[in-house]
């Protein structure tokens, strides 16, 4: 591989290159599920017509998953964007990990259980319950809690958080389901092994980004300290929270303990148990490892009184902040990034977009790093998102994403390269609400059209793509393809990403050089942009990257 502090310009263009990522926007069925079809889109639409455009693959094993039935995500997109290789992911090490059973044999599970089996302490068991094979997927915790059976864990609760956002929804109450016939013949041979607390992603736990701490207070509360609403089963507690506010959706339905009848919770963690994380992705499970990790410094929300307790994440969360300092999984190891290549040619970088995304652009792009590469360099500027559901607000910041490119394109000497994203297709399309994620499609469309014009008028380079699909598909379909009726005769709402392939523009402003799209490349992916990117920038492409998109024009 080339090292990055050995590379050097050849011909830097003249012109900033501006790649901007249209978070959630696949290339759909083109039909009256398809947000992005349905929708006024003016500029994506002439864009879309010109040589200029191309798919590329965003999913499966395009971006590092185990297969090519899992739908991309932002983590992973954003990885192979920066990465510009793919890279294998969690969902793949955590399953190698339990196929090899290293995971059980691993000295982080040893020192999770081995006291219990003497101590008869609790291991506690949290995350996502789901096998949208995002976050996490349901059969690693059915692997953990076999696991912990074989280990002579006498006394396990589950902290099963509801999906609904990288799966139907709702549908939790087919997840637990699944649980209690896991758990059932572990509890005939006398284990006590129980659901705990549970609650929607959206409301309890997941926060991200320091987005909303309040919502991992709810987690704190419901699974450490049992703190609650409390209710004698999940059926009961589902039949309650159904009918209140959010509790239609499992993104949104209100947190709950499950207790017995003097009131107590199952699953209050106490001194000498165990707790694991089992989600692999590490956005939304940052927050719930700081909570239990750190110590006077932390300022979140308050805790109250601290259990000793042992906490493990699936993999490490975040490797600067070494968040969680024990994990059952190693993370990819991810180097030699786009970033790297152009700090090291002594260019100016800057990454832009709104809190719900800003760690994408700047994290994950970044190879999994908290911080920016070069105190200078590489600059970071973050627009604070609006706490409220995006269907109310489905502008979300997108306007105010591009007010800070353009001013950016207008200094004086404009950064040498901006990535940007604009979150509406994916936050607003996790909504299901199909005339809220139009309304964001237009507006990521209006963006578009500034950011054309500028990046023209500077003589740049724009580079506009997206990191996986959800607006594209809006309805839920059988396997044939036909839409999944309802109760009341419609379609059924659709609030996961999709499998679609994702655009790829190239807008050159530039008279001096100009770039075409290469046509022998049929199975690109996000991993091929990278190298575009330096491809374009004058800076040589080392041999671990994907090829370029481009190459010169002759016209």
Not at 106 to 111: E, I, R, T
Request: hydrophobic fraction near 40%.
């Amino acid at each position: 591989m080339t090292d990055p502090s050995s590379s050097t310009p050849v011909t830097t263009a003249r012109g900033p290159l501006v790649i901007a990522i249209m978070d959630g926007v696949g290339i759909g069925r083109k039909d009256e599920g398809d947000a992005v079809f349905q929708a006024d889109t003016p500029h994506l639409d002439a864009l879309w017509q010109q040589p200029g455009t191309r798919h590329l693959r965003a999913h499966g094993q395009a971006v590092g998953l185990p297969s090519d039935g899992d739908m991309g995500n932002s983590e992973v997109g954003h990885n192979a964007l920066g990465a510009g290789r793919v890279v294998r992911q969690g969902a793949a090490l955590v399953n190698d990990a339990f196929a090899s059973g290293a995971l059980f044999s691993g000295d982080c599970w040893q020192w999770l259980t081995a006291d219990l089996a003497q101590s008869g302490a609790t291991l506690h068991l949290c995350g996502l319950l789901s096998d949208g094979n995002v976050h996490a997927h349901i059969d690693h915790v059915f692997a953990l809690i076999d696991g912990a059976a074989a280990a002579g864990v006498h006394r396990v609760r589950i902290h099963a958080l509801a999906d609904g956002r990288d799966v139907a929804d709702p549908s939790y109450e087919r997840y637990l389901t699944a649980l209690d016939a896991h758990l059932a013949p572990h509890v005939a041979a006398g284990l006590d092994y129980r659901l705990a607390s549970g609650g929607g992603r959206m409301v309890v736990t997941m926060d991200r980004y320091e987005a909303d701490w309040s919502i991992v207070e709810r987690g704190w509360r419901a699974h450490v300290r049992g703190l609650a609403p409390r209710y004698p089963s999940w059926q009961a507690a589902l039949t309650a929270l159904r009918k209140q506010s959010g509790g239609q959706s499992d993104q949104t339905v209100g947190p709950f303990c499950i207790g017995d009848e003097f009131g107590l919770a199952n699953g209050s963690v106490r001194d000498g148990d165990s707790f694991i994380l089992w989600n692999f992705r590490g956005d939304r499970a940052i927050e719930l490892s700081r909570a239990f990790e750190e110590k006077s410094e932390f300022s979140g929300f308050e805790r109250g009184p601290l259990a000793k307790v042992r906490f493990a994440g699936m993999m490490q969360y975040d490797g600067d902040l070494h968040l969680p300092r024990r994990f059952l999984v190693a993370p990819p190891t991810i180097d030699k990034t786009l970033s790297e290549y152009v700090l090291a040619a002594g260019l100016h970088s800057l990454a832009v977009s709104e809190t719900q995304k800003f760690g994408h652009v700047t994290y994950f792009w970044n190879g999994n790093r908290s911080e920016p590469l070069h105190p200078t360099l590489d600059e970071w500027i973050e627009i604070p998102s609006d706490r409220v559901s995006f269907d109310q607000a489905p502008a979300m910041k997108a306007a105010e994403i591009t007010d800070v490119v353009l001013a950016a394109l207008s200094r004086d000497t404009p950064p040498d390269i901006i990535r940007l994203n604009w979150a509406n297709g994916d936050m607003v399309g996790h909504t299901g609400d199909f005339a809220a994620t139009r309304v964001a499609m237009e507006t990521v469309d209006r963006e578009v059209g500034r950011l054309v014009a500028a990046v023209q008028a500077a003589g740049g380079v724009l580079l506009l793509t997206a990191d996986h699909g959800n607006a594209d598909g809006m309805w839920m379909r059988a396997k044939d393809g036909t839409p999944t009726i309802g109760p009341d005769g419609v379609p059924q709402a659709k609030t996961s990403h999709t499998l679609a392939p994702v655009p790829f523009s190239l807008v050159d402003g530039r008279a001096a050089q100009r770039w075409q799209l290469r046509q022998d490349q049929p199975e690109a992916g996000l991993s091929n942009v990278a190298a575009t990117a330096l491809a374009v920038l004058g800076l040589p492409v080392p041999p671990h990257m994907d090829a370029p998109l481009v190459e010169p024009s002759e016209g």
